[in-house]
């Protein structure tokens, strides 16, 4: 059984969620660089509850915005939001609403508490504190993809929008397959039966069907015992599903497409370690390209595992 790394650089992904470009992405590196220039990152102003921008994906300071290695555009936008409790604005809120209806004797209503609110907001942001997070995303020209670094959607979709913005256009799309994912690997665990160079990690969660179904969650236990076999017979369907692919990657794939909580193989990770320690730079570039080569036939793999993508 190989050996899963926990901890690893950035520049290896935890997560990815990929989009399909229905247009041919012409931009070559250099021109990108000089699109993505225009949305550098800039810290928060005192007032400014978020800042979105690009900054090198190297972490060199003043580094270049788009790093190129075997045919792929690696990219990195930093977010950085001013942290607000809310049990501090709703305190502060009511406060001044008990001050206003005992000095004044009325009742403070609904439009009058959310510009208060607002007020209350604007007077504690520049005092916040700031939290910095960084989120990487590789364009594949050649292959008509971009992948994110993301669990959320929303976080994926803010990279996306940037770039849109930086570029002028990005028409993308979430991938549709041939076969439905959670019929699909409820079939998988039933039959006992995975798609090849597929291994059952361990873990994985069943939902009834409809809005309001049950989840249940198992993890550390056999996938293919009796257990596991009884809520899939009452209906039950996977909707997540720990899996390794050919001893290289391990991840939870979603009935999303969204591959989560990545760990590459050690052997993998170590793959680059002759090249020489004090040249950082080449060995991040040696890494993005061993990981990107990873990552694209992963999801290659994935996508095959449900019929290949839908006409």
Same mark, same amino acid.
């Given at each position: 059984m190989p050996r899963f790394a926990g901890e690893v650089l950035p520049m290896w992904f935890r997560n990815l969620r990929a989009y399909r470009l229905t247009q041919p992405f012409s931009l070559t590196a250099e021109q990108l660089e000089e699109q993505l220039a225009g949305q550098t990152f800039r810290a928060c102003a005192p007032s400014q509850p978020l800042s979105l921008g690009w900054s090198s994906p190297l972490g060199v300071e003043d580094g270049p915005l788009v790093h190129a290695a075997g045919g792929r555009l690696l990219l990195r936008l930093r977010r950085e939001e001013r942290l607000l409790p809310g049990t501090v604005v709703r305190e502060a809120l009511a406060e001044r609403v008990a001050a206003i209806e005992e000095k004044e004797g009325r009742k403070v209503y609904r439009k009058e508490r959310l510009g208060l609110k607002d007020e209350i907001i604007r007077d504690c942001l520049p005092r916040a504190f700031t939290r910095n997070t960084f989120l990487y995303a590789f364009i594949d020209p050649a292959g008509g993809w971009i992948y994110v670094d993301a669990s959320s959607a929303t976080r994926a979709e803010e990279l996306l929008n940037l770039l849109r913005e930086s570029i002028g256009t990005l028409p993308v799309l $979430?991938?549709? @397959?041939?076969?439905?994912?959670?019929?699909?690997?409820?079939?998988? $665990? $039933?039959?006992?039966?995975?798609?090849?160079?597929?291994?059952?990690?361990?873990?994985?969660? $069943?939902?009834?069907?409809?809005?309001?179904?049950?989840? @249940?969650?198992?993890?550390?236990?056999?996938?293919f015992s009796e257990e596991v076999d009884s809520h899939l017979h009452a209906g039950r369907q996977v909707s997540r599903l720990a899996l390794r692919h050919d001893e290289r990657v391990a991840f939870v794939l979603g009935d999303d497409l969204c591959l989560r909580r990545l760990k590459f193989a050690e052997a993998l990770l170590k793959e680059n370690e002759d090249l020489p320690p004090e040249d950082a730079l080449a060995r991040l570039d040696a890494d993005f390209v061993l990981m990107a080569e990873a990552i694209v036939e992963l999801f290659e793999a994935v996508l095959a595992a449900f019929g290949g993508l839908a006409e």
């Open positions: $979430l991938p549709d @397959v041939q076969h439905s994912p959670q019929a699909c690997m409820t079939r998988w $665990l $039933l039959d006992r039966d995975l798609p090849a160079g597929f291994d059952a990690a361990g873990e994985c969660e $069943l939902r009834e069907p409809g809005d309001d179904g049950g989840v @249940v969650r198992c993890r550390g236990v056999d996938l």
